[in-house]
């Protein structure tokens, strides 16, 4: 059976700071406006937004690095990307992204961290960061964002595919350990210890991201933990949209409007590696991406979202019946993670909203499966 599940979440961003190394850690919510959730016959829960696509495609690899456990098959890739952007309802203009995450200034001395759980088949998930070379790491973050933002969602961590919200650090380079939702300390992590994310500079965010499978399947690749630099701020009357392969299974990805099965596909990436952003494939223009592989689009309303391995001649995503309508407004900055396993198996489509503001532990995410 078909199934279309959006998760989505109408919050303000719980800005919190963590002082690492100092042997001490404080994370202060803050509520603001966010986005609104546009996600069809899509089912909202925790997150919001809409996302949409376009014609152009390409993408450039940019310093986004990460550990593996000792995946079979491909060498660690890396990939970085750049976040911000309104949901569909929050914003003609960027005049709230860029140092605004909803309504809530943010500190001109603050960097902003976030973890996914874009594995198979990990449990729901919490990380702990330290400064770069240090060992000595803090956290672990959801758990303390929940409990400044009073949220009650601090044990259950981020199930997969589920995005944190950000949490504000000071700038510079942090060394991840993923750790199991719960977890009373950082001692036992899920995996080595991410030693080669890229450094967060003041005013700037990033995603640290867990792929692959905990008991990888033949095919699939084992854990690993990436990071990828996100956008702020989208181009003047335009959109911004990234790419990301999450799909262990599919060395390369398409992703864009329309359908293969409908005739109608417009690729917005073509030839995703597994465990990068976008970038360049074929005669697709690698100028047409920025520093952290978003794309400028036009705004997208009511548009069908699809992804499938490279020369396939089938959808992997959507699966539903029929698809859920998107959108994307003036100002947004949208990742899109294909997230899945061995021969697509449970693939789907996380489309995040990464300047929406948040509250709580999630971010501003639509999930269709």
Request: proline fraction near 7%.
């Amino acid at each position: 059976m078909r199934v279309s599940t959006a998760i989505a979440s109408w919050a303000l961003l719980g800005v919190g700071t963590m002082a690492c190394g100092s042997g001490t850690s404080t994370l202060s919510g803050s509520a603001t406006d966010a986005g609104s959730s546009d996600g069809g016959d899509a089912t909202s829960l925790d997150s919001a937004s809409a996302d949409g696509t376009s014609e152009s495609d390409a993408g450039a690899v940019d310093g986004a690095a990460a550990i593996e456990t000792d995946a079979p098959g491909d060498a660690p890739p890396s990939g970085s990307s750049g976040d911000s952007g309104e949901s569909s309802d929050a914003g003609d203009s960027g005049t709230e992204a860029g140092p605004y995450l909803g309504s809530m200034p943010t500190p001109a001395t603050m960097a902003l961290l976030r973890v996914a759980n874009w594995s198979t088949d990990a449990p729901a998930i919490d990380l702990c960061i330290a400064p770069h070379g240090t060992a000595a790491f803090q956290g672990p973050i959801v758990a303390e964002l929940a409990a400044s933002s009073m949220s009650d969602g601090g044990a259950d961590g981020i199930a997969s595919p589920l995005v944190s919200a950000y949490v504000g650090v000071t700038p510079g380079q942090y060394d991840g350990r993923i750790v199991v939702a719960g977890a009373s300390d950082c001692g036992a992590g899920i995996g080595p210890d991410a030693t080669t994310l890229p450094s967060v500079a003041v005013g700037g965010s990033a995603t640290i991201a867990l792929f692959g499978s905990v008991a990888a399947a033949p095919g699939e690749a084992k854990m690993r933990v990436f990071g990828f630099l996100d956008d702020l701020v989208a181009p003047t009357g335009a959109t911004a949209i990234r790419v990301i392969n999450a799909v262990s299974g599919m060395p390369q990805i398409d992703v864009g409007t329309g359908t293969l099965s409908d005739g109608k596909f417009l690729a917005i990436f073509r030839q995703v590696p597994f465990g990068m952003a976008g970038q360049p494939g074929g005669a697709w223009i690698p100028f047409l991406v920025d520093a952290n592989d978003y794309d400028s689009n036009p705004p997208l309303a009511n548009v069908v979202l699809s992804a499938h391995a490279t020369g396939a001649s089938t959808d992997a995503v959507p699966l539903s019946s029929p698809p859920p309508l998107t959108s994307i407004g003036v100002g947004s900055v949208i990742t899109i993670a294909v997230v899945g396993g061995a021969a697509g198996v449970g693939t789907a489509l996380v489309e995040c909203f990464d300047n929406a503001g948040t509250v709580g532990t999630l971010s501003d995410c639509i999930v269709t499966m």
